[in-house]
């Protein structure tokens, strides 16, 4: 996978996507891959993991309580809530039958990142406030 194949990806996750081409390299430059082999529990809900996860190939499988909600593939991502605040999965995942391949953005990466380009952060925080919008109208309209 090239390097825009992978930065186009990052910009396809709803957090990064108002990142200029610049921030997005710079936080692929940050990221590493890592490959996880089948069945491995990559999240365990409930405990602590500082990381993003942007699936480049194979799947896995998201459970709630026990409870399969649904299946991960290229292109999709868990993590972005637990790598910016550090708390606890919300969810378990697991790396299915052909295993796993992610990109990794650490909390630590991350942070640093956020510290180091004020620009960046400002973005971040301009996308994360229409998130928490379109949230509200979605339950206002319930």
């Known amino acids: 996978m090239s390097t825009d194949d992978v930065e ?7 957090l990064f996507s108002g990142l200029s081409k610049r921030e997005l390299r710079k936080l692929k430059d940050r990221a590493r891959e890592v490959r996880h ?9 409930g405990l602590g993991a500082l990381a993003l996860h942007l699936v480049l190939e194979g799947s896995a499988t998201v459970t709630l309580q026990g409870r399969e909600v649904r299946t991960l593939g290229p292109g999709d991502y868990f993590g972005e809530i637990s790598m910016i605040d550090g708390r606890a999965r919300s969810a378990t995942i697991t790396a299915g039958d052909a295993g796993l391949r992610t990109l990794v953005v650490s909390h630590e990466e991350f942070d640093r990142i956020l510290g180091e380009e004020p620009d960046f952060a400002r973005t971040l925080l301009v996308t994360l406030c229409a ?12």
């Open 8 to 14: 186009q990806q990052l910009a396809s996750v709803d």
């Open 37 to 45: 082999t089948a069945g491995h529990e990559v999240a365990h809900e």
């Open 131 to 142: 998130r928490l919008r379109e949230a509200e109208a979605r339950t206002t309209a319930s």
